[in-house]
């Protein structure tokens, strides 16, 4: 039972966010609920009114070793002491270096250089802009256009809005004004050890065959597409992916920022393929979820390239660039990783998800139930009713944030199987209760 004095301090601030503050995704005076929260340790939120929610996000898929982890907070303490910022132009720093060295050597074979950037969206505006700057300085700046994967997501920035799917992707109110790139059906639903349905790779050869001159690079979701439709395919796809790149000399993007540092179960998902991309996107899980940071890596030759043509740089330079705070905390948290035991906590979690969550797949409001290493899925048959089924997880003990038909989970590494069992529990305790009422699912009570 929440505090009274502390769950009228919370209503209050509540009232205050209201009026000055526009949250992701919604509008003002939306009535959408929001939770204060007061402190987060371990897996668990505490908030304002006292109640501790267990969480299930890892804050949008990034705070793998949970919160207030005493190693990342030394990081962070310690490069405090030296300097939290100086520009990267003409300047450079120990933690970027090291980070960068770190980076090439976990990443796969041939990414050698490394281009830091503020935020996921922004990696993949970059990696796009490489593309395009790699191909002008080839002297074919007709190779402008991108091919993307249905049900993709890459962020909320304008050129990577345009290689998000124009229905799933959630920018369709932008459609009219993005560049128009070139849209290949995604692969079908598969298991990693599948192999890939020859009909998608045919559309994808077909749409490189007739559209090459004018292709700079496919991009692509590895193994998962997050955003777009929580969707698993089989890395055989990635494979011919790889090779049609080749045979058209188009370039591989791969986006890897909520699939990097071991959420598949793999540390990159690329590694499920064993393939490697022309260029790579990272982000979320690199700092351990301490503060904004993403990066892209790409090949010498690309970098080679687009240095000897015009202008003869490339021609980007965000004012936070290797922020030092934020590569000394994503040092310490790759040392962190990979020294935790991680894949067997992802398979652990596996485990746990795929027990934890079969009951709801027997549902009729339910379409799939689905789980891929440190990611549970539970895809309605309608979208979910946010303000009436937000509550319904924060009673349950549990901070779970669906959208659209989509209940999903990518808990922190280090949950536990108590800690476990209770979200999966709480999880199916609300899919349960759910109704189908007109068109979304609402709250209804349980069947007993």
């Not at 440190?374 to 009673?395: K, N, R, S, W, Y």
């Not at 199916?428 to 209760?433: A, E, F, I, L």
């Amino acid at each position: 039972m929440a505090n009274p004095d502390l769950r009228f301090e919370a209503e209050d601030l509540v009232t205050r966010d209201a009026e000055t503050v526009w949250h992701p995704y919604s509008a003002i005076h939306a009535g959408l609920p929001v939770f204060p929260v007061a402190s987060a340790r371990g897996v668990r939120l505490k908030l304002a009114d006292g109640r501790e929610l267990i969480d299930g996000m890892a804050s949008w898929w990034c705070v793998i070793h949970g919160y207030n982890h005493p190693a990342l907070n030394a990081a962070v303490t310690a490069q405090l002491h030296d300097m939290a910022h100086v520009m990267f132009g003409g300047l450079t720093h120990a933690p970027a270096v090291r980070l960068a060295e770190r980076l090439v050597e976990l990443t796969p074979d041939g990414l050698e250089l490394v281009f830091f950037a503020d935020s996921g969206s922004v990696a993949v505006e970059v990696a796009m802009k490489m593309a395009l700057q790699y191909w002008a300085g080839r002297g074919q700046p007709r190779r402008h256009r991108f091919v993307a994967l249905r049900n993709g997501y890459h962020g909320d920035t304008l050129h990577a809005m345009s290689v998000c799917d124009p229905v799933t992707g959630m920018h369709t109110v932008f459609n009219d004004v993005l560049p128009q790139q070139l849209f290949v059906a995604a692969p079908k639903a598969a298991a990693l050890d599948e192999p890939a349905d020859p009909a998608d790779v045919e559309a994808l050869r077909d749409l490189l065959e007739r559209h090459g001159e004018e292709i700079a690079a496919l991009i692509v979701e590895p193994v998962v597409q997050g955003a777009g439709g929580m969707r698993f395919y089989s890395p055989d796809y990635l494979r011919h992916a790889r090779r049609l790149c080749n045979d058209y000399d188009v370039l591989l993007i791969a986006d890897e920022i909520a699939t990097g540092f071991g959420r598949t179960g793999r540390l990159f998902a690329c590694e499920h393929a064993a393939i490697a991309p022309d260029i790579l996107c990272v982000g979320k899980a690199l700092t351990g979820g301490y503060m904004t940071m993403a990066a892209t890596l790409t090949t010498r030759a690309v970098g080679e390239v687009i240095s000897a043509g015009e202008p003869g740089v490339f021609m980007h330079g965000p004012t936070f660039m290797a922020n030092p705070l934020a590569c000394a905390v994503s040092l310490a948290s790759i040392d962190l990783l990979l020294t935790s035991g991680w894949q067997s906590n992802v398979e652990r979690i596996e485990a746990g998800l795929r027990e934890g969550l079969a009951g709801c797949a027997s549902l009729t409001h339910v379409r799939d139930v689905r789980v891929l290493g440190a990611i549970g899925v539970v895809e309605l048959t309608h979208p979910v009713d946010m303000p009436t089924v937000q509550p319904m997880f924060v009673d349950e003990g549990v901070w779970v944030r669906p959208f659209g038909r989509l209940v999903y989970l990518m808990p922190p590494f280090v949950i536990d199987g108590e800690e476990l069992a209770t979200l999966t529990r709480g999880v199916s305790d609300v899919v349960r209760r759910l109704r189908v009422r007109g068109d979304v699912c609402v709250g209804g009570d349980i069947d007993r």
